[in-house]
């Protein structure tokens, strides 16, 4: 199957590069970027040299939908808005990296977004591509908006307890840590690396753009409203991504106990990995991996459960998981070309 | 005035060197080490090749008390309490960087410490030398408890609400986060290099020995029983701590409003600077100084209020706080020697 | 095809592990750890957690030559050389990452190794095990003795000019950076993350062990006898070797020409790349990958050339070279299983 | 006596800053930005926040001239040239720490700075300020060219077997690596943390333009025609040079023997210190202060002597030795402001 990428210098297309080189049925035929249409890939990446010879294109929506079967949009927020609909529209289905068919309620899209919202009916289409609670509806999908980094790693340490009732849903807290290359390839006096390395800082308090994802998603299965407390901090690191959430038992519940719910709600999820009691995922531990590492610590003396909840940001938060739902949405096995293991050390 | 420094070849002992050794009324005559008496100390640091001439020497209580004023311990846990009594009660005033005179009760301190605690009647007489709130006691200590790295960044930042009855006591939730350096000299895998650069750890959920300090001093300090949730983990950096404190307002607050409780509680606290809004401290903005920098965000929409404090740890949370408990105690200004401005980048 | 992997805890083990997972032909059943022989490989390294489900055992040679064809050691110096004769007795082939089996010269290796060398007839069979250059004993070899780190980069870099009589072989010097990993997980202060973080560092000058094994290659394909000036350093990263060589031209000769040169002679090496003029590799470029990367430059004002060569010490420099020997050696495309692309960012 | 700073948002601006703050005899009265006049310098800056309370002016160099006695000049290149003239016309004396005035031969200066040099009459006032060799000079310089952070680690390393004619003056080879702050405030891919973390680069072969500085010095020191080869390296921290040279020894002399000479000829400067026999320094162990610090290993076999310099590229490379440079000048004890011992760890 021929796929484009679209945002071929930014670290989502090139991390989608990596997995689709070695999986069995895909190929990648058209690089599309706006800045840097007409070179080579391997002269902006050098460490693709030999390996992928590709020049970048600039964006013709009507050729690329009849040069490839799926497109995968690793592009900034407020660009793919503009494209997927008529790409749709022509039969090809697109994978959205971005933020702009994830949120489906315009004016909180405008307050974190800056911009309007894609056209209702293209985010009515919009499927919330999370595989481990909604891989029937993928399959279908042909908009695939494909969730971020930090909610990838915060649903999935919560919904257990949220779709059993075990906690107070007013009682969430997120003190979410992630490494510098979330923050993409664009340069910024944040991840210089002077100023970066051999420091730790806190970001965007109560403005982050996934706030609204996080809680959109955490309402519709939890079926009330729920508003989260997210403090994201930058770490010294290029890779990773924990959330450290709190949230307060309703009943006292043991480590174990909790463990095996965690354990049965991811029974057939082959990139979950919950881990046994006394083990807490580092970041390390998923590196350069599609996991998504779970421990949980059940505080008897204060009545919460503390929940950490370990991905690689660029892999499980980003382009693998893109493969993980491409993979879906084809009828292939879920983890093909993506069974990596995480590289350690 | 003479001063000793016992546990030479630890990070607390040589970070107390580089703030003495530029003191206008303090000399170290004698450097102490167990495992390494008879060796010069810069063998084992060569940082301070032709700066420090000193061999390092066995402990000898008697022999001490007649050389030196004042003592500085910055030893494991459960080797102060051994000498600390027979040193004041010659006379020479103590300052243990260590836990062992920090707690008052004893099955805590076991449950904690694993061991049992100083008698009772030096753990009396032990002053808890948080500058910012017992500088008057400071004064008069022979015995004196230096803070731990994690209290004084936690405690410095709950304090003002706390004693201005702003919060809900039960509600306090601490998302701590430390460079490697607290974990000392000694060698561990979890601060294998390799293991712990590019990586992200939680570690000791629910059991930091820290956790009954911070409880013990915001119990006596808010006068009502508290206790938090405390949740460690450690960056891959040297220097630096940063606490992520969660606390539920009573009431709907601004940020300017707490601002200004902030820096009014601390008007006279030459090293804590509150930040103004919109400004949140890294820990790089303190690095190798003696300061605490707080930066606070109500979140109106949860009305939570999200306190970031940091320090360097080894400094404002051991020997540069020390050193401060120090000039209060022999009555030179608290900032004396101590006064480096933060090293950046 | 059942292999066995000895020295199960090392990161040489575990880099093995990740490349063999996937390999097509090969299954790792058994890891054989001394030290840890009885646990569960995961409970050592979790990031393998429902991946890996081995327990390690001890070593048991006469069993081990029933159950497996062919046996990896990644085990420290001075231990192969023990086991390996009389597994190679019972017809099973041994590829060896240590360094006991990679030098002839008996005297040479008690000097840098510390002691005796394994028995002369069993170091007659061995085969270095650098494919650029040795593919058809390879593919022949009981023995394999899979070459070091730095001589990997080193002499790869070096091989070309060298064997096409371009340079004065009397004036070599490499100036080598590696990351810490190339140390291993055995703890010790130099590697120690607050030691070694934010800081870089020389040792071990003109005594690291992989200067005779340098010499010994360099001097058989020059057919001269060479001596290197060779010091190398740590640099505050987990992976990745540079090393910066330095060699007198005899004749001037452009930078391009010099390219052609290097092209050409590796023109069938896949895992080799000659970058263009102008460019030259980081390590970051070849990490998690089995590539050599080089670069060159003529300095013509001083009639040097420089000669920049990256690897990532544990794939090329270890375990990646290992699994590509024993696809050479088992009739297999060379590039089967370790043709992952570097990981960038 | 008061001072101002040119160039106030950059490293250099900011580490003058922390050196003259606790300077006896010298206040900053003025911080001169052309990119951010009316910015409070603790906005761009927070770490000085309650430290520094001054606002970035732009330069006006007849009001400059009335209100300030010494200017530092912390600018890029090609900036300073443009103001020192008049300025020391006006009687005010400048150290520059930027390049302008280092080099003495125009086309030299334009093949490698770009444009054209500073006028020729201005050049020759300039004193080259390397205080270990130059004392005499630098007490009566009007223009003191600050070296730059290569020169100085490379040169104090080399002088001392140059001037007692100990090496083969057409053997020098160079082989350094710094820390990214050399690079500046200013963005660029290159330094961007993800590109730069878990790397090691070379960079700019052949072409910096330290390399003439590095030549001319050594070529007026050894009176003789010098040129080396000089390959830049990036690491990823923050600060620190080490320069790894190589020369060959005209005579096979002992380390021993060598060390003695070069802690002779270093017998009055202060901030140089010799390392023993076997100890190597590191980066690590000069953080932060003003030390150069000079290992030595004479290689037998090859006869090459291999020196190791180490400085804090902020500090001796830049800033500190600017103040040290200000001290000279200004007959103060050379020491003055810059005693700090190295941060370690």
Known sequence: ????????????????IRFLH????????????????GTDLSEVYPHLTE??????????????????????????SNVSKHYIPSLMDKGVRCIDLSGDFRLRDGEIYQTYYGEEMATQRYIDQAVYGLPEINKEKIKQASILANPGCYPTATTLGLLPVLENDLVDNSSIIIDAKTGTSGAGRGLSLNVHFSEMNENFKAYKLGVHKHIPEIEQLLTERAKEEIQVTFTPHIVPMTRGIMSTIYVDLK????TDYLIDVYQNYYKNDPFVRVRRNGTIPSTREVYGSNYCDIGLYADERTGKL????????LV?????QAVQNMNIMCGWDETTGINQLPIYP
Chains 1, 2, 3, 4 share one sequence.
């Open 1 to 16: 199957m021929d796929v484009a990428i679209i945002g071929g210098t930014g670290y989502g297309a090139v991390e989608l």
């Open 22 to 37: 070695n999986h069995p049925h895909v190929q990648v035929t058209k690089i599309i970027s706006h800045s840097n249409s």
């Open 51 to 76: 390996i992928i010879d590709l020049e970048m294109t600039p964006l013709n929506v009507d050729e690329l939908a009849k040069e490839v079967e799926l497109v995968f949009f690793a592009t900034p």
């Open 251 to 254: 009943d006292k519940q043991s």
């Open 306 to 313: 503390i929940i950490v909840s370990v991905i690689d940001n």
């Open 316 to 320: 499980k938060g980003a382009s693998g």
